[in-house]
């Protein structure tokens, strides 16, 4: 038997415990707890600001913000809008969805040769630049132009998507569906629609933009526009397109085709052309 004579001062007071944390080893924890969740809130700020950083605008886009001898042009509601300021007065309009994370400037040098081609065209700022969030504005756009007839919406990418949304809740809006480098996620093939679907043949989502999947929810006579050399990012006047390959025709070129499908669309359906 081991004697257990009086404890020596100073001398360790016994064996420890196996498996007994020290207090300073669980006073630890909260520090690394809130190490990682400092982390994780800074991961989702700089996803919080990637998500509402609108993507930047090339000069001609806020050139075009303005009115001409041909177009005038208003930023009323906070809409742009481009109207004919010679001839008769429009009685066919468009109303544009612009891409994800692209500010609806972007589109003002096509909104305003549209215009100039006798038609009236709205393009429609989205909340956060998603038009996700702003699947009705066309509604809004429609009410307060009662002098427009005949509508067509449209839209480039993320903005062409959710303009098929808009017409498929809402039946009969609509005359006209423009995609450009966009297809939908709703059944259309029952709408008595005209639809024309512009793509660059560079586009990394050509395959899905054209497939059958894609054709069999268009009505019976949608018309697909290739535009030979074309990408997806010079659908509009603005820069840092992700993973978009690089266009072999300009982004003149690339509108003016866009534009001229566009207007042929509004053409087959004016009242009055």
Known sequence: MTPTGPQVPGAP??????????????????????????????????????????????????????????????????????????????????????????????????????????????????????????????????????EITTWAVGGHSLGGAMAAEYVKGHGGAAEGLVFWAAYPAADLSAQPLEVASIYGTLDSGKDTITSPDTAAKLPPGARFVPIEGGNHGQFGYYTGQPNDPSATISREEQQAQAVAATVELLQKISPTR
Not at 29 to 47: I, R, S
């Open 13 to 146: 007071a016994g064996p420890q415990v196996p498996g007994a944390a020290p207090g300073r080893r669980r006073r630890r924890w909260p520090w690394v707890v809130a190490a990682v969740l400092g982390v994780v809130a800074l991961v989702a700020v700089a996803a919080l600001v990637w998500f509402i950083q609108p993507q930047p605008l090339l000069p001609e886009a806020t050139a075009a913000l303005a009115s001409t001898d041909q177009v005038t042009f208003s930023d009323e509601n906070g809409w742009l809008t481009f109207t004919p300021a010679t001839g008769p007065p429009p009685d066919t309009g468009l109303i544009f969805y612009p891409g994800g994370k692209v500010p609806a400037e972007a589109y003002a040098p096509a909104a305003q040769a549209i215009a100039e081609q006798g038609y009236m065209v709205v393009a429609v700022p989205m909340p956060f630049n998603f038009a996700v969030f702003g699947i009705d504005k066309a509604a809004e756009v429609q009410a307060a132009h009662p």
